[in-house]
């Protein structure tokens, strides 16, 4: 630095004057490159970092960046290419291992290389937009050893076999696996995938293709099952010990498809152990099983499904069809609930719960329950069963649960409204003839229906036990009030609402003197506190007890129906009476009457009276006798009418009958509160909006719909549009 | 009323309508369209002659008159058409407005102009949309007073007599199903929706559609057809 003798005040740059040595670089280098050279052999320790680095940094200075660059790349290339010949030298299962060995070196010296290097990794190469010390170190690795011909297809399929084979059950060095999928995965996302992922993915389809045709062609359902979850858990777990997480899903992905799409047909409709015969019988793990491999497959569940709820519907329309079921109601309804529960249970146990699994079963229940029309009845005779007296379940808890489970059978009838009027029916017969076992369980019932259906389907009901309640009382009333009642028999009279109790038309027969009187005074008593009312004895309901004396000296109490009691008592009179004399004293109808004298006279155990001639059929001229010769072990016997039955054919077409007639009015209603708001509509829309509205409690067939469309018509309450006669207009 | 021979309606229309100005009134008159000139005082002649002799009417005894007088037989269509331009209200009875109404309607005063007329009011039936009114006409005419629907009976003899104009290939097999599956009353619903049927579904129930919201009537109609093989069942 020379100061010159006061001229200009100028601050030059320093210049450094530098050796320009010729060799500089050459020196520098040769130092790093033997450094290198070292590092490679595992002599480091020799080295001093400053020193190096020093160097380094000064070349770099003396912008020797791009030839240091290139002699770097150049000779870190050469002691690749070394390592590279001892890998390939190795045999057999070494050869990973040297790989790994040879990698580990390569890492620790890049990193030391990195390092002496930093200076030029931080200026030259960034503003040059060269790759980093350590990425070079990483790709001239792959290049030259990964991907190198000998090296690249070997390390493959070495990897690949070693998977193989521990898919056949060897057991393999796992940690080795690790660092050589980890290698990969350092080299970078798309060397490992593809590398070794994709190949991985390609031959682990071919093998479980292979796997799963030799599978399915020996294993029964069940057992398949089995093996590809447990190939699954396999697969899983061989990724999280020594492959990157994210080959999980692939490889997942590729074990489903071969071994549960490809075959899904197959397996879920397969004979004999299939899902069906699962469903049969019971096979709770197995259908767990099989949900939950399913749900991973695409439209696994929904074949399911449809395999279930076909088969669901099969073996109800069986059921529901079989005449021999049909013969005893109350076992068909118990076997329908028995269905219900088994395959609720299936659904809970081995669907989790799931919701549609429960809707499908539910509209295979609906299905095939409204195939057999005579359902609304036999579901409330099976009620009736239950909530008659001495049945089996005592305690009403479980028959709180037998009625809930009933109501869930309910739920899927579509003919509502039929199965009220047998319901009406059945109460009645319970109620009259005293036979109801629980008061709290028939209220429970009519709760139950009320929740359902809302309450005009249960007031009438209700007001039958009213009834009830409130004639005890009258009859109680009665008693009190009257005290010249000497020696007449004593009556319990029930009075029937007309509306809410079924009717059944009844001409009244003619009572025996005794009867007569007092329910002459009752009828008395009762008009004069209710006036305006009017009284009609139904002889065909009522029951009487009568105490006999029998020519052998027996002597028993008799429970028989009104009807009996009046031919009975005709007896008191005469020995002998023909059918024809007892027909025109009594005035009973002619079908009930002979019923009547059948129960009386050729039932065994019952037959107080005796027929002649023996026969079964009762003709005009056969003579009845009091049957001297009756025994019985009971003091009491019940001569009565029999338990309720299913209805006999022309019952049955009355009461369809009466149901037919009772909707056409609720169709018209709906028609017309329907149009009332509407103002005008289309035909099919009309019968879409009726159908919804009355869906609850039955489903109008659209022919009735039609007609009654056209009744209103002609009673000027609808008109046709003029333009368009597909439209109907609401005449206010 | 006595100048123009026309009735005391339109006189009083004509008078009202010029304010009730008399020559206003003339012009008013004689520039309303008109068929031709009737002579008012002839029309009451005329329905003298038919009027039953105790009633305001013309009753059976006096139209069989006319149908003689005019050379045409009871039956014939012609004397629907006549009763539908008279707006008769039942069948086999005019009222003397109906009566006069009716002849001026078409435009005759006498009995030869009538005649004359008659191949002309058979000619309505060929325009449709004539022969619709007249159809939904027939209905209420041909029915009993007090009634709402047609008697089965009736309602065939006039499908027959009007199918006969205006050519339906399926009548036959109609009338016959209605005796077998049907006897019974036919509804006004019925009674126009059938003319609907014919216009617009062709002999063959190409086009028939089971939503198309026809009376339940005709679709057993279809029903009956498809069960005889008369066509054939599209679906």
């Known amino acids: ?732 | 009323m006595a100048i123009t021979g026309a009735s005391e309606k339109v006189a009083l229309q004509s008078l009202k309508a010029s304010d009730w100005h008399l020559e206003g009134a003339f012009d008013v008159f004689y520039s309303q369209p008109q068929v031709a000139v009737t002579n008012f005082r002839r029309l009451e002649e005329l329905y003298n002659r038919y009027k039953e002799p105790d009633a305001e009417m013309i009753m059976v005894e006096g139209i069989s008159q006319l149908c003689e007088d005019l050379q045409v037989d009871p039956q014939d269509i012609v004397m629907l058409v006549i009763s539908w331009h008279m707006k008769a209200s039942t069948m086999c009875e005019f009222s003397h407005e109906e009566f006069i109404g009716g002849l001026q309607s078409i435009g005759v005063d006498s009995i030869e102009k009538l005649c004359e007329k008659l191949p002309a009011l058979r000619a309505e039936l060929k325009d449709d949309q004539k022969f619709r009114e007249i159809y939904n006409f027939a209905f209420t005419w041909a029915k009993e007073k007090g009634q709402k629907s047609l008697s089965l009976e009736t309602a065939i003899g006039m499908w027959q007599l009007l199918f006969a104009e205006r050519h339906w290939p399926l009548i036959d097999y109609w009338c016959q199903f209605l005796q077998v599956r049907h006897n019974k009353a036919i509804s006004r619903d019925t009674w126009s929706q059938l003319l609907e049927f014919v216009k617009t579904i062709d002999p063959q129930l190409t086009n028939y559609d089971e939503e198309g919201a026809w009376p339940y009537l005709i679709d057993e109609f279809v029903e009956y057809l498809i069960e005889n093989g008369v066509v054939q069942h599209s679906k």
């Open chain 1, 1 to 732: 630095m020379s100061s010159q003798k006061k001229r200009s005040s100028r601050i030059e740059p320093f210049r450094h004057r530098v050796e320009t040595d010729p060799n500089f670089f050459e020196k520098a280098w040769r130092k790093l490159e033997d450094a290198i050279g070292e590092i490679y052999n595992h002599n480091a320790s020799g080295l001093s970092f400053e020193e190096l680095y020093r160097t380094a940094y000064n070349m770099v200075l003396h912008k020797h960046g791009p030839k240091l660059y290139d002699k770097l790349t150049e000779n870190m290339k050469g002691h690749l290419q070394e390592m590279r010949t001892s890998i390939e030298a190795a045999q057999g299962g070494l050869f990973l291992e040297e790989l790994q060995r040879k990698w580990d070196d390569h890492n620790k010296a890049l990193q030391m290389i990195r390092d002496i290097l930093m200076y030029m990794d931080r200026t030259f190469i960034p503003t040059n937009k060269k790759t980093g010390v350590f990425d070079l170190g990483l790709e001239l690795w792959r290049d030259t050893i990964v991907r190198s011909a000998k090296i690249h297809g070997r390390l493959l399929d070495t990897l690949l076999d070693l998977i193989h084979r521990e898919r056949m059950g060897e057991v393999i060095n796992r940690s080795l696996m690790r660092s050589t999928t980890k290698m990969l995965m350092d080299l970078g996302s798309s060397v490992y995938q593809d590398d070794f992922e994709r190949p991985f993915l390609e031959v682990s389809a071919s093998f479980y293709s292979g796997e799963s045709q030799r599978f399915i062609e020996c294993c029964a359902c069940g057992e398949y099952l089995k093996k590809a979850q447990q190939r699954l858990d396999e697969e899983a777990e061989r990724v999280s010990q020594y492959m990157d997480a994210k080959t999980d899903e692939k490889i997942t992905a590729v074990v489903v498809k071969e071994m549960l799409a490809n075959h899904m047909q197959r397996l879920i409709l397969m004979d004999n152990s299939g899902l069906v015969n699962m469903l049969v019988e019971d096979r709770f793990e197995d259908l767990t099983r099989m949900y939950s491999l399913f749900q991973r497959v695409h439209d696994g569940h929904s074949t399911i499904k449809s395999v279930m709820t076909s088969h669901v519907k099969e073996t109800g329309r069986n059921m529901v069809t079989d005449p021999e079921r049909l013969k005893d109601p109350v076992d068909f309804v118990q076997k329908l609930l028995n269905e219900k529960d088994k395959y609720d249970s299936i659904v809970t146990t081995s669907f989790s719960n799931d919701k549609s699994f429960q809707n499908a079963l539910n509209s295979s229940f609906e299905y095939f329950i409204n195939l057999n029309n005579r359902c609304p009845e036999f579901i409330s005779l099976y009620v009736d069963d239950k909530l008659r007296k001495g049945m089996k379940e005592a305690n009403e808890e479980a028959v709180e649960t037998v009625l809930d489970k009933v109501m869930m059978l309910f739920r899927y009838l579509q003919e509502k409204d039929l199965f009220e009027k047998y319901y009406k029916q059945h109460l009645a017969k319970r109620l009259l003839s005293g036979k109801a076992a629980s008061d709290d369980s028939e209220r429970s019932m009519l709760v139950k229906l009320k929740t359902e259906c809302g309450y005009q389907f249960t007031s009438k009901l209700e007001g039958m036990f009213t009834d009830l309640k409130t004639s005890q009382d009258t009859t109680q009333g009665f008693y009190a009030a009257s005290s010249d009642l000497g020696d007449a028999p004593t009556i319990s009279v029930q009075i029937l609402t007309t509306g809410s109790w079924p009717t059944q038309p009844c001409s009244p027969c003619s009572l025996p003197p005794e009867i007569l009187g007092v329910s002459e005074m009752f009828r008395g008593y009762y008009l004069g506190t209710h006036n305006g009312r009017r009284l009609t004895w139904q002889t065909n309901m009522g029951t009487a007890d009568i105490k006999a004396v029998f020519g052998n000296g027996s002597k028993h109490e008799l429970n028989v129906s009104t009807y009996q009691m009046c031919v009975l008592m005709l007896f008191n009179l005469v020995d002998c009476l023909t059918y024809r004399d007892i027909e025109q004293t009594t005035a009973i109808p002619a079908v009930d009457l002979k019923r009547c004298l059948q129960s009386l006279a050729l039932v065994k155990g019952k037959n107080v009276l005796r027929k002649e001639p023996m026969s079964r059929d009762i003709s005009d001229n056969d003579n009845f006798y009091v049957n001297d010769k009756f025994t019985s072990k009971l003091f009491k016997v019940k001569i009565g009418t029999v338990a309720t039955q299913k209805e006999s054919e022309p019952e049955k077409m009355e009461t369809r009958q009466r149901v037919e007639e009772d909707r056409k009015p609720q169709i018209e209603a709906a028609i017309v509160r329907i149009m009332k708001s509407r103002r005008v509509l289309d035909h099919n829309s009309i019968v879409t909006e009726v159908t919804k509205q009355l869906q609850p409690r039955f489903m109008p067939n659209p022919v009735v719909i039609k007609k009654r469309i056209e009744s209103l018509i002609e009673r000027e309450f609808l008109e046709r549009d003029k333009n368009d006669r597909k439209l109907y207009l609401y005449l206010a």
